[in-house]
């Protein structure tokens, strides 16, 4: 079964710039997260989308967004890009069954974003 | 608000050494516990994991116990390879209504084998 993947896996982008990032989950899975690393800050939970709807949404501004398409794969869009944006980004997939305390979630490579 | 807290590392040990990485958590409701591991350039990858209280998780030779009364998950092996070498998480996911797979991590902590 393929994992996870995510496209692009490197990207450069200038302040004030937009980017999006892309996110295939594991075949048969639902439910789509997406977090951010940095070193200063560590894993922060973006936002979670199942069946198309955002379950939930982390603490972050306006300028992150995401969606879910009808064949689970998500893109998450970030807006008029700072410096701080500059992260690995990184996607899990799981099945997202409600109530399933043991879903796992499996993660992508990630997308390293650099921002100049 | 829930939180996991790691012990700070590095870690440096020696091959075939004994390790052991402390995570504790604060949660509401019963949790479940993980632990991911991250190689230099890579995602995370699922280590083990625990869904109730005295479950233990086990993988690769590592091992965790989720102790409910001392909020603990700490990971452990008992002897360690070059090859383990990497940066190890610890997570939880709220289990109660099961709305939600939001995962909170703790810090991180690298794990240094030499040999």
């Known amino acids: 079964k393929a994992g996870v993947t995510q496209t692009p896996r490197y990207l450069i982008k200038t302040r004030g710039q937009q980017v999006t990032l892309s996110c295939s989950p594991i075949s048969g899975h639902r439910s789509v997260s997406w977090y951010q690393q940095t070193p200063g800050q560590g894993l922060q939970f973006l936002f979670e989308?199942?069946?198309?709807?955002?379950?939930n949404k982390g603490n972050f501004p306006g300028r992150f967004s995401g969606r879910q398409f009808s064949n689970s794969r998500s893109e998450m869009n970030v807006s008029t890009l700072e410096l701080g944006d500059s992260a690995l980004y990184l996607c899990?997939?799981?099945?997202?069954?409600?109530?399933?305390?043991?879903?796992?979630?499996?993660f992508g490579p990630g997308t390293r974003l650099t921002v100049l | 608000g829930d939180s996991v807290t790691q012990m700070e590392g590095p870690v440096t040990l020696s091959e075939e050494a004994f390790l052991t990485i402390n995570c504790t958590y604060t949660a509401t409701g019963y949790p479940s516990l993980f632990w991911y591991v991250q190689y230099p350039g890579e995602g995370l990858q699922l280590l083990l994991k625990?869904?109730?209280?005295?479950d233990k998780g086990s993988n690769k030779g590592f091992e965790a116990t989720y102790r409910k009364e001392t909020t603990s998950f700490h990971l452990e092996k008992g002897s360690v390879q070059v090859s383990d070498s990497a940066v190890y998480f610890c997570a939880l996911r709220q289990g109660y209504g099961g709305a939600t797979n939001k995962l909170i991590f703790g810090t991180g902590t690298l794990l240094a084998v030499q040999p």
């Open positions: 989308y199942f069946s198309e709807t955002q379950r």
């Open positions: 625990a869904t109730k209280a005295d």
């Open positions: 899990a997939s799981s099945s997202g069954l409600a109530g399933a305390s043991t879903d796992t979630q499996y």
